[in-house]
């Protein structure tokens, strides 16, 4: 396999990587040429920007319906829709930065803030605390922080208040069991019969890790929108969505247990194909690619390289010699699409950042 070698100039020869950054960031359907959902991995070592990065990738997120991106690029006038954004809740989190105040404080008064909206299981009891900055010597206690929250029953009532063109923060049910659709995906996937022992029945309680949830939403996505929209015919179609993953190996983690193995393994091998049809993109990170299952891995296409990023080059996705990140300076990544294209993409630090969130109650 050829490889982007180091040599005549290194770093500095490399290409602008604009073009295919916003490939992966505006999607475009309904049009010629058209692809839907993207799929892009950042890799990158602690404190290299993944964090800020993705933050400034929400801001650009979006998709075109009347002309492809290569017009658009090239002055053709369109307005660009705002994507739904749902990012993975965490316990220590920096969606708060879309918070109004905070938003301002580092972008200005000129960029509009995007309507946020956070989800908690109605069974949970979930408080967010900012820790404020100490300014003067004296140590200021915790803001608590009052987002729109909106507590949810199940996939439908969330996927149901789920703001579009918004930014969307889930937090899984603490306490998670399998819900009755992946308990029959697991058994058609083991090939139980219904009289045999092991056979996973509707009534039985199944605890899982919490990340397991995730799934239920993208076979929601994939295949229950139309059967539920049945139900409640008033209910709006999503258009066009991005999963925000941070930590992606807890989401697509390279060695999972049973049962949660099954469900990664068959997302990999066949469900994941079908997020491109629907629209949905995936935005995930993580510090190590050995920890992302690996074929999950293969179904990216957009590979984003940090400082500290790993090579892939012996698994064939990549043609990125080590050499090449390890001349990375903070500050800028290396974009490369599965077709070939490879650049390099400068981005600056957010300015005014808050501090992380910390959501007390979250198991």
Known sequence: MAKYQNGGGGLRAVRN???????????????KGGHGGTRTIIQGDLGTGKTTLNNQSIMKFGYLKRISKR?????????????????????????????PDNFRRSFGKEIPVRPMRVFIHVNDDI?????QEDTDGEERPPRVLKPDIYKYRDITDLYMHIIEGGINVVYPPNDYELSDLLKK??????????????????????????VAFWYDIFYFFISDVEEVKEQYPGMKIIKSVVFVFDEAHQIFPSGASKPL????????????????RINVSIWADCHDYRFIYWKILGRFNYFIFLKGARSMIKQRLSKIEQ???DQLPIGTFLIEEKSGEFGKVDFDRIKNPPQALTAKGMK
Request: charged fraction near 30%.
């Open 127 to 131: 408080t967010f605390y900012e820790q």
């Open 185 to 210: 995906r697991i058994n058609d996937l083991m090939m139980k019969s219904k009289e045999g022992r092991k056979y996973l029945q509707d009534n039985q309680k199944i605890s899982v890790p919490s």
């Open 261 to 276: 193995w099954y469900l990664v393994d068959n997302f990999a091998e066949d469900e994941i194909i079908e997020t491109r």
């Open 17 to 31: 990587g604009a073009e295919p950054y916003f490939r992966c960031c505006m999607h475009d359907f309904e049009t």
């Open 323 to 325: 050499s090449l990140i």
């Open 71 to 99: 017009d658009y690029m090239n002055g053709v006038p369109d307005q660009p829709h705002a994507e739904t954004i749902i990012g993975r809740g965490r316990k220590k989190d920096y969606w708060n930065l879309f918070l």
